[in-house]
Nanobody, 110 residues
Framework: VQLVESGGGLVQAGGSLRLSCAAT????????MGWYRQAPGKERELVAS???????RYAESVKDRFTISRDNRRNTVYLQMNNLMPEDTAVYYC?????WGRGTQVTVSS
């Protein structure tokens, strides 16, 4: 199983980015897919997760700004990030089935 992330980059505060993560080498539908992030000097933290039945969970710091969604047929998960703030700067990792992607950098300038 491999997870391949895309969509990170540099954006100004108040801007938006959309992350994607495609799982390959999987048979069937993955139950839980999620996004974590790790900022310099900080521990990795959950950003959002979503079940195959579309039950979602968000960190308090991103509620009402970020939206997680998925395409079960493609085992792909998305993270729409709006109203980004400098404190959202981190490497964002996709995870599923105890596998982690390599991460994608998100940098928000003030």
């Amino acid at each position: 199983v491999q997870l391949v992330e895309s969509g990170g980059g540099l954006v100004q505060a108040g801007g938006s980015l959309r992350l994607s993560c495609a799982a390959t080498g999987v048979v069937g539908v993955i139950n839980i897919m999620g996004w974590y992030r790790q900022a310099p000097g900080k521990e990795r933290e959950l950003v959002a997760s979503i079940s195959s039945g579309a039950t979602t969970r968000y960190a308090e710091s991103v509620k009402d700004r970020f939206t997680i969604s998925r395409d079960n047929r493609r085992n792909t998960v998305y993270l729409q990030m709006n109203n980004l703030m400098p404190e959202d700067t981190a490497v964002y990792y996709c995870t599923a089935i105890n596998v982690w992607g390599r991460g994608t950098q998100v940098t928000v300038s003030s």
